[in-house]
């Protein structure tokens, strides 16, 4: 299928601005919302607002009602500015490490709950005949996986395990990437299964001692952290914001495509 250039460029363009990006997002995620509703949650004025619908015409479509909603070409948009922030993500932390926007205990703190809530629920899961058992119900099956009395230690196994393979392949735990944390390593290699093993020795088992030697440094606040030459950084960081587009095209930037269809199978 023939890529034409030009249209590529403007649709780039038009989807460069931010203000843009959070309508068709909020358009996507009520399904269908009005003027008013966009007015409300973007807070911004009528004449603003009016601009870049006009823009966003191509990825739009309004209802019987007068809603908004995402044309099929939008719904291809939407996909692709989720792709780009992906990117976005893991371009980021190849920056030099002191350049990057470190976690705060805070936000390592609910990532840690995350993680430890799910460990725990398999446990309790693995405990399950006995806590039955416990409440007076019958079980039929008597071989319990394990007992209440081992549900910390295996909790703490797992844990274990599970943020290093984790985070050894990836950075990320399912707690990290809920609250938008990822941790890397401070000499701007790849973390390996080694380094978090060690940063998650600490967490798991000494976390007391980990967080009383650490938290005088900002940078780890775990001094396991320190040990192994790794931190966390906080992948959602408010960014710098841009100057806002005025009511009317800024020089070079190019005018509605008008000649994209809304049904186009273009792949973006």
């Known amino acids: 299928m023939t890529v034409y250039e030009d249209s590529v ?9 931010p203000l843009r990006r959070k309508i068709l997002i909020f358009i996507h995620e009520k399904g269908e919302c009005s003027f008013t509703d966009l007015l409300n949650v973007l807070e911004v004025d009528t004449g603003k ?4 619908l006009r823009s966003l015409s191509v990825f739009t479509e309004q209802t019987s009602a007068g809603k908004y909603k995402l044309s099929k070409t939008g719904e291809k948009a939407l996909h692709a500015i989720r792709d780009v922030e992906m990117w976005a993500e893991n371009a980021s932390v190849r920056t030099k490490p002191a350049d990057l926007p470190y976690a705060s205990f805070v936000k390592r703190s609910y990532a840690f709950l995350i993680d430890a809530g799910l460990m725990l629920g398999v446990s309790l899961l693995l405990a399950l005949p006995e806590i039955l058992v416990a409440v007076g119900a019958q079980v039929g099956w008597t071989g319990v996986p394990i007992t209440l009395s081992m549900v910390p230690f295996v909790t703490l196994g797992l844990l274990y395990l599970y943020s290093t393979l984790l985070e050894g392949f990836n950075g990320q735990t399912l ?3 809920v ?13 390996d299964y080694e380094h978090s093993a060690v940063r ?4 798991t088992f000494l976390l007391p001692l980990d967080l009383l030697i650490g938290l005088r440094h900002e940078k ?8 192994a030459g790794t931190s966390v950084i906080n992948l959602r960081s408010e960014p710098i914001p841009l100057p806002e587009t005025p009511g009317e095209l800024q020089a070079g930037e190019p005018e509605l495509i008008s000649d994209v269809s809304q049904d186009t199978g273009t792949s973006m």
């Not at 780890?220 to 040990?227: A, G, Q, S």
């Open 200 to 203: 998650n020795f600490g967490k």
């Open 9 to 17: 460029s403007k649709i780039l363009s038009i989807l460069a601005h």
């Open 220 to 227: 780890f606040i775990r001094y396991f952290d320190k040990f």
């Open 175 to 177: 707690g990290k990437r």
């Open 49 to 52: 607002l009016s601009f870049h």
């Open 179 to 191: 609250v938008g944390l990822k941790v890397i390593r401070l000499d701007g290699k790849n973390l």
